[in-house]
């Protein structure tokens, strides 16, 4: 039988003092239980002994008062360990410590039936569960497939919201009674809205107050939004002098079906022109947006946006002539409001790709590209073949996704890509 690990420590200890006489080998032997010294006089002992001195020295200067069991004990293990010399084997330190030739041997432990292997189940498919979409949910997918899974088809995170998203809720309930109560705003003056739409604006920030985390953030969100108001009141009063306009709804659902699928979602507001009788779809956005009509018009023609087109062919499905598609920014208070319209055109037409200006146009074309990639789209989501969901490789997309934590596949941002 093999020798205990705690007695081959002991016996290896021995062989390494008896050639080196090392002071620690020395301490580990007296504080082994095989050194027949209890541990509290062992303690003492190495307690006794002066720095780099060999525990033997306090044992043989007796400068420890024993009683005589432990004395004797002390003494024994002494003489033992002083009689070693580099000579000496193993069946010599057995002899010299009355070491047990081999420890006990241990139970044999009952063999381990090991249960049949599982079957893999068979890989299958995925499809979206919703049996109708919305532009955003497009958006999502070409965003970031991952992301789309998570939040469509597996609800991972409840988003309980922002105080962004209730500073956006509130000021499109506020613009929504405005342009209810004021349907012509070239017919009244810019005073008499700007007074109204901050009364709104403090009625709505009042009914979505107990979604933000505390009275103060309330309070920062509707200043903020007070003072975009004024910028808002003078673009629509220069809007309403230049081309007289007819609000004709705010928060208008949209539905559409595109060869079977079902598309659902909600205009924020229409306009008909008074004058050509063309209908302008506005959308609201209190987020970050493109910077130019040309940048938005290349998201669409990228299959990277589908909001406004969507709305383009659900109002069209309607009866309405649209001739405008426009983002009105309402996220900085310090910027004056400058939509960025696009004019729907039968043709494309040659702008500068490097263009700033927020004007510009789409064709018929584009938007009936991107209504095809639609159904293209929703085809993958529902034909139960999607068995992986890519990770966006746009780092910017992480950075407030929901979902980024539980993510170990995003996308490292380039200023992070050599950080330590």
């Not at 506005?282 to 018009?297: F, H, L, N």
């Amino acid at each position: 039988m093999r020798p205990s690990g705690e007695l081959r420590a002991f016996i290896s200890a021995a062989l390494s003092y008896a050639r080196q006489q090392r002071s620690q080998d020395a301490e580990r032997l007296l504080r082994s239980p095989y050194s027949g010294v209890s541990q509290a006089a062992a303690l003492a002992i190495l307690r006794a002994a002066e720095p780099g001195e060999s525990p033997l020295a306090a044992i043989s200067k007796e400068r420890v008062a024993f009683p005589a069991a432990d004395r004797t004990a002390a003494l024994a293990f002494a003489r033992a360990l002083g009689g070693l010399d580099p000579s000496h084997t193993e069946q010599h330190i057995v002899r010299a410590f009355n070491l047990p030739e081999a420890a006990p041997a241990a139970a044999e432990e009952p063999p381990i039936n090991l249960q049949a292997a599982a079957v893999p189940e068979v890989a299958v498919g995925l499809h979206a569960r919703k049996e109708h979409f919305s532009a955003s949910s497009l958006n999502t997918y070409v965003e970031c497939r991952r992301k789309w899974f998570y939040r469509y088809l597996c609800a991972a995170v409840e988003d309980k919201g922002s105080a962004a998203s209730y500073y956006g809720s509130a000021f499109h309930s506020a613009l929504e009674e405005l342009h209810g109560e004021f349907p012509r705003p070239g017919e009244v003056s810019a005073q008499t809205l700007r007074t109204k739409l901050q009364a709104f604006i403090n009625s709505a920030f009042d009914r979505y107050g107990p979604s933000f985390e505390t009275p103060i953030e309330r309070e920062l969100q509707k200043r903020r939004a007070q003072r975009t108001a004024i910028r808002y009141v003078n673009w629509l009063a220069e809007q309403a002098a230049s081309a007289p306009f007819t609000v004709i709804g705010c928060e208008l659902p949209a539905e559409l079906t595109l060869e079977g699928f079902e598309f659902i979602g909600y205009i924020d507001r229409v306009d008909l022109d008074e004058t050509t009788g063309g209908v302008t779809v506005i959308d609201y956005k209190t987020g970050a947006i493109a910077r130019s009509a040309v940048e938005y018009r290349e998201k669409v023609r990228a299959f990277k946006e589908f909001q406004l087109p969507f709305y383009y062919w659900a109002r069209t499905a309607q009866g309405d002539r649209v001739s405008r598609l426009a983002l009105v920014p309402l996220k900085d208070a310090s910027l004056d409001v400058a939509p960025i319209s696009l004019e729907v055109v039968p043709v494309p037409r040659n702008e500068a790709e490097r263009s700033q200006a927020t004007t510009g146009t789409i064709s018929i074309s584009d938007l009936e590209r991107a209504r095809t990639r639609m159904v293209e789209i929703c085809r993958e989501l529902t034909d139960g073949l999607l068995d992986h969901f890519a990770v966006t490789d746009d780092a910017a997309a992480c950075q407030y996704c929901a979902y980024a934590l539980a993510c170990n596949a995003r996308p490292i941002p380039p200023e992070m890509r050599f950080a330590r």
